[in-house]
């Protein structure tokens, strides 16, 4: 089930919303299903995903999913944003693109995110991307990631696969804690866009 939750943060409500959803870390799920507006926003020119999050646990190595447009568990024929515990009991934000077969690009955070506390996270990639075009961002600052594979091999459009939040379309690798505000652009944001939505700010057209 997924009970609204108002949303409280130490600086105030920086949320348009005040209202949250809450899973549990095992089965809970949201498919939005798919469509050419939603399509292979990485592509082209590129795109971003912006959302708050509020993690309860490091989930272990169930690798736990904020969104994702994606076949399987590497993001192969579509992309996945999530949290990694590294191995290290410690929640990271890492990105995922796949390509065809291959895993193509992983982006992962350096910064470790706090266990029940609103943060707001942000990827920007296009499918050309060099290390300076694709970034993660932490409440509206870029971080440094680690990019473990380059692309290779043939991109594929990742129409075929429905858009998920808080998990795998079959449930798995479910994300424990809360998430709000998941905002998906067409186009890369810019570093002060992304400090905008941090602040608290309207969303762009998205």
């Not at 949201?30 to 507006?37: E, F, L, Q, T, V």
């Not at 190595?61 to 990694?84: F, M, P, Q």
């Not at 300076?132 to 075929?160: C, F, H, K, M, W």
């Amino acid at each position: 089930m997924f009970p609204s939750r108002r949303i409280t943060t130490m600086g105030g409500d920086k949320f348009r919303d005040e209202y949250s959803l809450a899973f549990d870390g095992t089965n809970d799920y949201i498919n939005c299903g798919s469509g050419s507006d939603i399509d292979d926003i990485f592509d082209g020119d590129g795109g971003s995903i912006v959302a708050w999050i509020n993690p309860q646990s490091d989930g272990g190595s169930n690798y736990g999913r904020i969104c994702e447009k994606a076949s399987d568990t590497d993001g192969t024929g579509g992309w996945t944003l999530h949290v990694a515990d590294e191995s290290s009991g410690a929640v990271k934000l890492a990105f995922k693109k796949g390509w065809g077969t291959n895993r193509g690009v992983w982006l992962t955070d350096n910064r470790e995110i706090p266990l029940n506390v609103w943060t707001h996270v942000a990827v920007r990639y296009d499918q050309d991307s060099t290390s300076n075009q694709a970034a993660l961002y932490i409440n509206g600052v870029r971080v440094d990631v680690t990019r473990t594979q380059a692309p290779s091999g043939s991109e594929v459009s990742d129409a075929a696969q429905d858009f998920i939040i808080g998990a795998m379309s079959d449930a798995s690798r479910s994300f424990d804690g809360k998430i709000s505000e998941v905002v998906i652009y067409n186009y890369m944001l810019t570093a002060s866009q992304v400090r905008t939505l941090y602040n608290g700010r309207e969303p762009y057209n998205h």
